[in-house]
């Protein structure tokens, strides 16, 4: 087997073997570029490392033979004091994971090969520089002594000798700074090695063993690489950037990587190290500044970088040394940027006939898009100065929000009925919920991106900065403070959930529009994709702002948020009443309010399906919250045992108790109460038809499809669908007029998807109710399992990912693909969709494609990414599949 | 098609189209024993009355055939005033449902053919009480007028006349009585029929509409008989028990039906009609004293007893009456009997070579086993002297129970789901039903042992005293009198329904043991059966109750059972614990306690499987009550604000509300406690193999099964075994003694079964955890659905049962099925087996039979049961599979 590349015997279609870096180092050599001779060690040889837990036997006898050939292609040789070669180690993934892993840099220098090195290149300060930069990395990527005791003792010595700038250290006192480094590492227990094939066979080692450090495991981990890949490791042959005026060293992109416009967008540093620049130390030129300079390399370059576009049908990353006038390519790989400048080169490269309108769509991370398509913060604002910063947190949940501080849940629902409110909390929990869901924003000083504010946050599309650790709450005071900033209640503060920011004031936001490249590169996604996309939204305006997305229909809309506000209170006399009649007059006070509302969705959804999901949680989350009327009823009791407001209390705590449940999420919610208490949805059958009655009588055409939850069993399907059918018949009948209207059900506890073939007799379509079906799937408690467990789960690689965050393909995914198998045996063209995260998660709308789902609904902003990801999941299904002949 | 049979059409076979009762009448009719001529008109009708709601057309030109046969055999005709035929009308389904429909004696009276009869007879008193009886049954039957108002003017008649019993009111009264019968009939809106025919249509509707009222459909949803079967109604000559001193009726069972003993067993009343005997209204002579008053009678019915016992192949329920001396057979059908008397006479029948023992294991329902390993009462508690006798009455279901007393079915059922009741009734009937099953015990004042309480009592399973005639039973007022004692409602009493005696008070019990013919039932079912039957057990006395019962193993050890009592101290100490070494300080000291639980149980188990589950409930069922807790803080504030009380309590609190959950049901517990906090399973995997190795050096012979609860991925699974492997390995260094042991999981959440293949990767065991398994499949908690909906799914038929009570075939079933398949797949000989409740319901034993389980596991005192279940799901497969062929 051969363990080691030479440059020109590999390609740019060798990453799985050769990393990305090696790959496209052996691509650049091949097409005649400058590239400085080398060679790659595979990335079985890391696996294998990794499962031997050593190197692997005769490895270094490859790695010899190889490096003869570069000595001879560059004319000189390891560790030759005559004319001594030097060489770069570098690590090289499959999957770029820049700065995670080790680079050790002039491999190869010792006393005597330094020595040599002066008589040729007659500058000692460039060799000592160099061969002190190697004992620092050298000592801290292989031995393990941190950079840190290294960089005080040069510290030290500039500030003996009263400069500032590392290039005014004369090469003397650099000279005695390489002893006192020796010294130092002696001193910490190791030796700096003098056999150069010593040095290179240990640094090979430290880089495939760099594969499992901390932040490379962390990186993995959020970018969804598998950790068994492997790293492969790249040997070069030295070029310097630091050999005088005439060399230097820089970075390009081929277009500019934030907004993607078509211009080259680099950087560089004259007499530099290439990780000067990455490093940021000292402040690197524009590249444009390099033409006057060096008008003949820029050109060069320029002519570089538009064929290495071209070669690779993308936008590019590039990395080059000019060694005394003369221009080295070190990398170069498909450029990183934002998701604006991801739509825009997308778009444009396709315009130009650079690449295909397919390659353009799946050229853009859906991911990406999630940026631009949240309410944010005017620009314009904050340059004013009139806003200023208090804190930085994580960016939890994006969009830009704006309230009055509120420091309880409680009290969030009590203001928030008169002005918008930002909750402040420590950390938030499930008895929060109520009160976040009345609040335009939430800001938590602890929990991580999957804390529960986080989210409950990004479910109900509500933004939110957690994590602000800057911030410090003291609840029972109601006030926070930030630096030597006191927040109040009542005080009005602007959070920004994409950048995790948070300011003093109302700022003023802007809405999110479709750019014209993203509506040009949707219109094409739209072409490919077979999976519609429905929004969830729950009242008109998120139903226009959906349609504005690009939705097809609702596919989710949660009726019992129409049932808080101003409205609770007709709720509560709902709940409370002793008896069906009771409940009956309080129904017909909230059918009107029902009605409106779905008049108003109606009509801005005229001509597409509209999916309404009628009431699933449970009762009591309308009352107020056990333990604070518990206290309220102790407090009455010693103050006065039988005053009329403790009578009155004593009632209510005694209906809360009734409905209080062990584990409400396995309780008395969905079909459930609809089978117990039939009233509440005879009246929202009745205002759903009384307004698709009203809206076909203004011209409109409504589509109305009724969703009955949490179904276990066929039988309580049809027991409600029999009654809600009367129902329907009734007031049409009574108002003369009839509509089409269709009933479902959700699937989303498993033996509603194991019995989906008898279900299915009973309904026209199921919406995959995937966040409830992966808690019953798993038996996690999404409140109880983030948090306290799954985030161990996850970092500790229990689980490959957060069910919650990525559809389950092993366990909940069989569930969805039986349920839907069964659900056609029965029923041929039975509709078949997903509501919740998932709908707007890309790994999840994939395997929706797979498993040939009619649509995925997501939330309104989230649309465009559904839409994006559709598209990619046929595009990318019909390559496998013709790949599979 | 054929819609009407005479007897002789017909045969035993034909249960399906003509009912139990009409299918024997027509075989005691065709091997020629004396049956009054008749017909029956199939369950076909009755399912096409119900699809039409109305009679099929043309259905009474086939029943006037078939009764011109009728008329032509006995000599009579009906309707016709001269020598007219009266007919009784029954229902009669496939399964017996005694009492639970309706039934109508002596049609074809009107004033004419009454005229007609009393001419015949020469006995005005006999035809008008005959008259009298069908009016007041065909008004409340058929015309829905209740028979309250008809026995109201009755009475005000008897007591006019000032006489008590029936039989001394004169014909000329009866006469009267029938007059006042008609008019009140016209009061309430309907009209007598005098035309027979009419009165026989009417009455043959009546039959069907009642198979679905409410007493049949109670009776059904707990015999589980399906809904849509149907009744058949049997048209029969009449004949009289009640034409004087030559005539009688009476009921028999061919052996003791509580008992089993082989001696023939019956009650019989002179001079009356059949209703009389069952209503339990005058209390009836023993069937011996029949011999001395009609001894030809009395041997003739001996023989016929012996015939049909033989011919059936069982022991038989007779009923007969005595027509002017002649005796005639009225029905016959295989007899309800006790699990004692059951099990007897499976045995004794197959000890006198009359069944296989496959019959006789196939003739007992494990169900009634139940019965007879019940809680008797402790004969030392009574000769205390603590609990005074009350009463005596006849033991008519066996079992002791303690209870408050109630006066009513609607109080029992409405109390019954706060504390154990025992009902008290004058006597029952059908519409009690719901109340008795909700009943600890019965106690009735009235009516012999084939009275309508002793039959449904010992049907189900439940205590009952019947005849109690020493107590005077006062429902009004909710009390009875016994001697000079008043027992009130909610007085504690309880009840022998073996030896039929009554104590004051709650007498404490002691446990059953095997009969001697139990164990010779259970040795011949273990030949038969393929499925071991283990026991659950936590400690060493329940193990030898389980051995006693014939467990082959303990299929479920709950460890978590070990930690309460004085240990709780310990374990408190332990979660409280701020970090792992305090908490190891801890379980240092839990240790040796669990390791002597080990000890005591292995030794007892020596030679057969133990199967140990590892800690498995949510930590804070360890600690005090939230709620409680919260209260108390909140007085101790209140009362003074910086007590070390205070602080203390303070402290408790909030780790109880740290480890409070949303859904304990679904959170931190299980294999994710074992993950967080693996020091506990590691002392408890110590504790168990140090255990192993006493066990093994005092000679016995120790089968370890360790048990991972609640895995849901198969890492959960790995890193957990991995980790208690190398602790097991490091014990057994230790000690220099080597254990065999092996590793399973729970499979208990729907994700475990989806992924069984993955995890049988990983273990040597599944077990099959189906009170989670169907906790989660169904989205129930059982702690919130039984009590608030579960109730209302079982008793609405939405669910065909409760699945926590029987396992659900087509939801949970479809999961252990695929999981038992994916495990095998992957792990040929995997052991699989069920622990939990439903390892001891035989319809779910089944169901482990057939889907190829190898064991199940329940409570010690249903092993025997589970054993019987395992043997007839053994024969019936066979017999099934053998069908099939």
């Known amino acids: 087997m051969k363990n080691v590349y030479l440059f020109d015997e590999g390609s740019a279609d060798m990453r799985d073997l050769l990393g990305g870096k090696g ?93 040599g090195m002066i008589r040729l290149t007659n500058n000692p300060r460039f060799v000592y520089d160099a061969y002190r930069r190697l004992i620092m990395m050298f000592c801290d990527v292989v031995l393990d002594i941190p950079k840190r005791g290294f960089e005080e003792r040069f510290e030290a010595l500039k500030h003996g000798l009263g400069v500032e700038q590392d290039t005014d250290v004369p090469a003397d006192a650099l000279f005695e700074l390489i002893g006192v480094f020796k010294s130092y590492a002696r001193e910490q227990g190791a030796e700096f090695p003098m056999d150069p094939r010593e040095q290179l066979a240990m640094a090979i080692e430290a880089v495939f063993r760099s594969w499992n450090n901390e932040r490379a495991n962390v990186y993995r981990e959020r970018e969804k690489i598998p950790h068994d890949l492997g790293t492969a490791c790249n040997v070069q042959s030295m070029v310097f950037g630091n050999l005088g005026d005439d060399s230097g060293t820089g970075v390009a992109f081929t277009r500019d990587p934030s907004t993607g416009e078509k211009v080259i967008y680099g950087e560089f540093l004259v007499n530099a190290q290439g990780e000067d620049v990455v490093a940021g130390i000292r402040t690197p030129l524009h590249l444009s500044e390099l033409k006057p300079m060096m008008p003949a390399i820029y050109d060069e370059f320029l002519q570089i970088a538009d064929r290495l576009e071209l070669h690779y049908r993308d936008m590019m990353d590039l990395e080059f040394t000019i060694e005394r006038g003369r221009l080295y390519m070190l990398q170069c790989r498909v450029g990183k940027r934002t998701g604006r400048a991801a739509v ?58 704006s309230g009055h501080a509120v420091f309880t849940a409680a009290r969030a ?35 991580g991106m999957t804390s529960h504010a986080a989210v409950v946050a990004r479910g109900f599309g509500i933004p939110c900065v957690a994590g602000c650790e800057a911030i410090s709450v003291d609840d029972e005071r109601r006030l926070f403070y930030a630096g030597n900033q006191t927040i109040r209640e009542g005080d009005a503060i602007t959070i920004d959930g994409a ?15 479709l750019s014209n490249e993203l509506n040009v590169l949707l219109t094409w996604a739209d072409e490919f994709r077979r999976l519609r996309v429905r929004a969830n939204a729950d009242n008109p305006e998120d139903s226009e702002k959906a349609i504005e997305f690009g939705a097809e229909g609702i596919g989710l809309c949660r009726t019992e948020h129409m049932f808080f506000g101003d409205r609770l209170p007709i709720m509560q006399e709902m709940i409370l009443a002793s008896d069906e009649s009771g409940r009956r007059a309080a129904l017909a006070k909230l059918l009107p309010f029902q009605r409106e509302d779905f008049i108003g969705i109606f009509e801005v959804m005229s001509g597409k399906p509209v999916t309404i999901r009628l009431i699933d949680p449970p009762l009591h989350e309308f009352l107020p919250d ?48 609809s089978i117990r208490f039939p009233e509440i949805v005879e009246m929202q059958t009745t205002a759903i038809i009384e307004a698709a009655i009203e809206v076909k009588r203004r011209g409109k055409e409504p589509i109305v499809e009724i ?3 949490l179904v276990g069993h066929v039988n309580e399907l049809k027991i409600v669908r029999d009654y809600l059918e009367s129902v329907a018949q009734d007031v049409m009948a009574k108002a003369g007029v009839k509509v089409d209207y269709s009933f479902g059900t959700m699937i989303e506890i498993p033996r509603a998807a194991l019995t989906a073939d008898e279900i299915a007799e009973h309904c026209e379509f199921f919406s995959f109710g995937t966040n409830d079906l992966t808690q019953t799937t798993f038996g996690f408690s999404r409140d109880d399992a983030e948090g306290k467990f799954l985030d161990i789960y996850v970092q500790e690689k ?11 393909r092993n366990g909940v995914g069989r569930l969805v693909k039986m349920a839907a198998e069964y659900g056609r045996r029965i029923r041929r063209h039975i509709k078949l969709g997903i509501c919740g995260e998932h709908g707007g998660d890309p790994a999840s709308v994939e395997f929706c494609h797979e498993v040939g789902l009619d649509y995925v609904s997501c939330s309104p902003y989230r649309v465009p990414l559904a839409r994006l990801a559709a598209a990619q999941a046929a595009l990318r299904y019909r390559v496998s599949v013709s790949e599979d002949k």
Chains 1, 2 share one sequence.
Do not use: W
């Not at 229990?798 to 389950?808: A, G, K, R, T």
């Open 798 to 808: 229990i689980l490959p990912e957060n069910p919650f965050v990525s559809l389950d």
């Open 23 to 115: 790959a496209n180092l052996a691509e650049m050599t091949n097409i005649g570029l400058p590239v400085p001779p080398g060679f790659t060690v595979t990335t079985d040889v890391c696996r294998e490392y990794m499962r031997l837990n050593r190197m692997p036997e005769r490895l270094m006898d490859e790695v010899r033979a190889k490096l003869q050939v570069v000595e001879q292609r560059t004319g000189k040789t390891f560790g030759d004091p005559q004319n001594p070669l030097l060489v770069s180690v570098r690590s090289g993934a499959k999957f770029s994971m820049p700065g995670m892993m080790d680079t050790i840099l002039n491999l190869g220098l010792n006393d005597e090969t330094a020595e």
């Open 707 to 709: 969703m009955i939850p």
């Open 413 to 447: 629902v009590e203001l928030a009925t008169e002005k918008p409110v930002i909750l402040v909390r420590p950390e938030t929990n499930p008895d929060d919920v109520k009160g976040m869901l009345a609040s335009k924003g939430i800001l938590t000083a602890r929990g």
């Open 344 to 401: 825009k080169i997308a778009v444009d490269r396709a315009n130009e006939g650079l690449i295909s309108r397919e390659e353009a769509v799946l050229g853009v991370n859906p991911v990406q898009l999630d940026q631009l398509l949240h309410r944010q913060i005017d620009p314009n604002a904050i340059s004013t100065g009139d806003y200023p910063e208090l804190a930085q947190g994580l960016g939890a949940s994006p969009g830009a929000a």
């Open 626 to 673: 056990h333990e604070t009327l518990l206290r309220e009823v102790i407090m009455l009791e010693v103050a006065n045992s039988d005053s009329p407001a403790l009578i009155e209390k004593r009632r209510l705590l005694k209906r809360v108790e009734d409905l209080r449940e062990s584990n409400p999420m396995l309780g008395m919610r969905g079909v459930r109460l």
């Open 499 to 513: 950048t995790g920011k948070v300011f003093l004031g109302t700022v003023p936001t802007i809405e999110p529009e």
